[in-house]
Protein backbone atom coordinates (compact mmCIF):
# COMPACT_ATOMS: atom_id res chain seq x y z
CA UNK A 1 0.00 0.00 0.00
CA UNK A 2 1.27 3.40 -1.28
CA UNK A 3 1.52 5.97 1.58
CA UNK A 4 2.55 9.70 1.00
CA UNK A 5 3.37 11.75 4.16
CA UNK A 6 3.76 15.72 3.64
CA UNK A 7 5.63 17.93 6.28
CA UNK A 8 6.87 21.32 6.51
CA UNK A 9 4.10 23.75 5.82
CA UNK A 10 3.72 26.27 8.58
CA UNK A 11 2.55 30.41 8.05
CA UNK A 12 5.57 32.62 6.93
CA UNK A 13 5.63 36.68 5.90
CA UNK A 14 5.26 37.08 2.46
CA UNK A 15 8.91 36.89 0.77
CA UNK A 16 9.74 34.51 2.97
CA UNK A 17 10.52 30.74 2.62
CA UNK A 18 9.50 27.05 3.27
CA UNK A 19 10.62 23.74 2.21
CA UNK A 20 7.82 20.79 1.71
CA UNK A 21 8.52 17.66 2.19
CA UNK A 22 7.11 14.03 0.89
CA UNK A 23 7.90 10.88 2.13
CA UNK A 24 7.06 7.97 0.24
CA UNK A 25 6.61 4.16 0.83
CA UNK A 26 4.78 1.32 -0.01
CA UNK A 27 6.34 1.53 -3.38
CA UNK A 28 9.26 1.77 -5.10
CA UNK A 29 10.30 5.31 -5.32
CA UNK A 30 12.14 5.33 -8.24
CA UNK A 31 9.37 3.67 -10.38
CA UNK A 32 6.59 7.07 -10.64
CA UNK A 33 7.05 10.51 -11.73
CA UNK A 34 5.58 12.39 -8.36
CA UNK A 35 4.13 15.72 -7.97
CA UNK A 36 3.01 18.80 -6.00
CA UNK A 37 -0.35 20.65 -5.87
CA UNK A 38 -2.01 22.55 -4.32
CA UNK A 39 -5.50 23.73 -3.11
CA UNK A 40 -6.93 27.26 -1.96
CA UNK A 41 -10.11 27.97 -0.38
CA UNK A 42 -13.10 27.74 -2.64
CA UNK A 43 -10.73 26.68 -5.80
CA UNK A 44 -9.82 23.61 -7.33
CA UNK A 45 -6.80 22.06 -6.94
CA UNK A 46 -4.17 23.05 -9.37
CA UNK A 47 -0.62 21.42 -10.05
CA UNK A 48 2.00 23.38 -8.86
CA UNK A 49 5.18 21.31 -9.87
CA UNK A 50 6.29 17.90 -11.22
CA UNK A 51 9.65 15.60 -11.41
CA UNK A 52 9.96 12.67 -13.50
CA UNK A 53 10.81 8.79 -11.90
CA UNK A 54 14.80 9.96 -11.50
CA UNK A 55 14.48 13.52 -11.09
CA UNK A 56 16.04 14.67 -14.36
CA UNK A 57 13.17 16.66 -15.98
CA UNK A 58 10.81 19.07 -13.67
CA UNK A 59 7.97 21.19 -14.90
CA UNK A 60 6.35 23.61 -13.28
CA UNK A 61 3.50 25.91 -13.41
CA UNK A 62 3.72 29.65 -14.80
CA UNK A 63 2.99 30.99 -11.80
CA UNK A 64 5.70 29.69 -9.41
CA UNK A 65 8.47 28.83 -11.39
CA UNK A 66 11.26 30.87 -10.28
CA UNK A 67 10.65 31.35 -7.32
CA UNK A 68 9.78 26.96 -6.25
CA UNK A 69 12.47 23.87 -6.22
CA UNK A 70 11.46 20.21 -6.93
CA UNK A 71 13.26 18.08 -5.86
CA UNK A 72 14.01 14.17 -4.90
CA UNK A 73 15.80 12.13 -2.85
CA UNK A 74 15.80 8.44 -3.79
CA UNK A 75 17.72 7.01 -1.30
CA UNK A 76 15.66 8.74 1.18
CA UNK A 77 12.14 8.04 -0.84
CA UNK A 78 11.47 11.78 -0.14
CA UNK A 79 10.44 14.76 -2.14
CA UNK A 80 10.69 18.17 -1.90
CA UNK A 81 9.38 21.43 -2.60
CA UNK A 82 11.53 24.27 -1.82
CA UNK A 83 9.32 27.83 -1.68
CA UNK A 84 10.90 30.98 -1.95
CA UNK A 85 9.57 34.90 -2.19
CA UNK A 86 6.09 33.23 -1.15
CA UNK A 87 3.31 35.64 -1.88
CA UNK A 88 -0.01 35.87 0.24
CA UNK A 89 -1.47 33.98 -3.31
CA UNK A 90 0.07 31.29 -2.42
CA UNK A 91 -1.25 30.24 0.53
CA UNK A 92 -3.12 27.15 0.49
CA UNK A 93 -3.40 22.96 1.42
CA UNK A 94 -0.61 21.76 -0.60
CA UNK A 95 -0.15 17.61 -1.74
CA UNK A 96 1.91 15.33 -2.85
CA UNK A 97 1.04 13.04 -5.67
CA UNK A 98 2.57 9.35 -7.61
CA UNK A 99 1.28 8.76 -10.47
CA UNK A 100 1.34 5.05 -11.84
CA UNK A 101 1.83 6.40 -15.61
CA UNK A 102 4.93 6.62 -17.13
CA UNK A 103 4.54 10.38 -17.68
CA UNK A 104 5.00 13.76 -16.34
CA UNK A 105 1.10 15.50 -16.13
CA UNK A 106 -0.37 18.26 -14.21
CA UNK A 107 -3.97 16.62 -14.54
CA UNK A 108 -5.34 15.61 -11.31
CA UNK A 109 -6.93 12.48 -12.94
CA UNK A 110 -3.56 11.42 -14.03
CA UNK A 111 -2.09 10.77 -9.98
CA UNK A 112 -2.91 7.42 -8.14
CA UNK A 113 -1.93 8.47 -4.91
CA UNK A 114 -2.02 11.18 -2.32
CA UNK A 115 -0.96 12.68 0.79
CA UNK A 116 -2.93 14.48 3.47
CA UNK A 117 -1.45 17.79 2.77
CA UNK A 118 0.34 20.75 4.63
CA UNK A 119 -1.30 23.80 5.02
CA UNK A 120 1.02 26.95 3.77
CA UNK A 121 -0.13 30.22 5.42
CA UNK A 122 1.28 33.72 4.24
CA UNK A 123 0.29 37.04 5.54
CA UNK A 124 1.12 40.22 3.87
Known sequence: ??????????????????????????RAFSTDPMAWFRQAPGKDREFVAGISRRGENTYYADSVKGRFTISRNISRN???????NLKPEDAAVYYCAQTTALGLSASVKQYDYWGQGTQVTVSS
Open 78 to 84: TMYLQLN
Open 1 to 26: QVQLVESGGGMVQAGGSLRLSCAASG
